[in-house]
């Protein structure tokens, strides 16, 4: 029961440099989310999928890019790492119930520290 | 966009006290999730609610889904050192395709 799978789980990076987090699940969700969690701000989210193909900003999208190419796995790239990008960076997934998508349920994280 | 109050931020009680903790929205909510989150680890799904009015226990822990569609409660019995960590509220407004967080209450535990 692998469930939300993320890579990598530790990072550093320097100013400028890129890289992309690949978060993978194996529970045939339709919905899946990035989220960024920083002392005190409680988890924000960054951008989302609510299927392959298709992705949406959330609300703290700016300096980052997304993809979904394919069902299982929604990919978060920096373009360009600033140091205002450290943080703990959640992917978590989620079906759809009814009147919409609900119990999402979370990898392990990536801390990523830019410097 | 929609947002999610939570208090307290913060609690320190004694082992064996209960808690109480809540989240209030200025939106109306169609779902209402409950999250720990364990220091390292992603957070865990606790509790689920989907209808207002809703009580719904997991062991020890219980949670309310406010009347008004607008506030959700957890409370945690006799809690135990591995209570200890963050808990999150989570909402979703009706027609919305994302759940909105709170900020989270740490819970501490004194032995």
């Known amino acids: 029961n692998a469930g939300v799978t993320q890579t990598p789980k530790f990072r550093v990076l320097k100013t400028g440099q890129s890289m992309t987090l690949l978060c993978a699940q194996d529970?045939?969700?339709?919905?899946m989310y990035w989220y960024r969690q920083d002392p005190g701000m409680g988890l924000r989210l960054i951008h989302y999928s609510v299927g392959e193909g298709t992705t949406a900003k959330g609300e703290v999208p700016d300096g980052y890019n997304v993809s979904r190419l394919k069902k299982q796995n929604f990919l978060l790239g920096l373009e360009s790492a600033a140091p205002s990008q450290t943080s703990v960076y959640f992917c978590a997934s989620s079906y759809s119930r009814g009147r919409g998508n609900t119990e999402a349920f979370f990898g392990q994280g990536t801390r990523l520290t830019v410097v | 966009g929609q947002q999610l109050n939570q208090s307290p931020q913060s609690m320190f009680i004694q082992e064996g006290e209960d808690v109480s903790m809540n989240c209030t929205s200025s939106?109306?909510?169609?779902?209402w999730l409950w999250y720990k989150q364990d220091p390292g680890e992603g957070p865990v799904l606790l509790i689920a609610?989907?209808?207002?009015?809703e009580l719904t226990s997991n062991g020890r822990l219980t949670a309310q889904f406010g009347i008004t569609r607008k506030d959700s409660f957890l409370n945690i019995s006799a809690s135990i050192p591995s209570d200890v960590g963050i808990y999150f509220c989570?909402?979703?407004?009706?027609?919305?395709?994302?759940?909105?967080f709170g900020q989270g209450t740490r819970l501490t535990i004194n032995p």
């Open positions: 989570a909402g979703q407004v009706r027609g919305a395709q994302k759940l909105v």
């Open positions: 609610l989907y209808k207002a009015g």
């Open positions: 939106s109306i909510f169609n779902t």
């Open positions: 529970m045939n969700h339709e919905y």
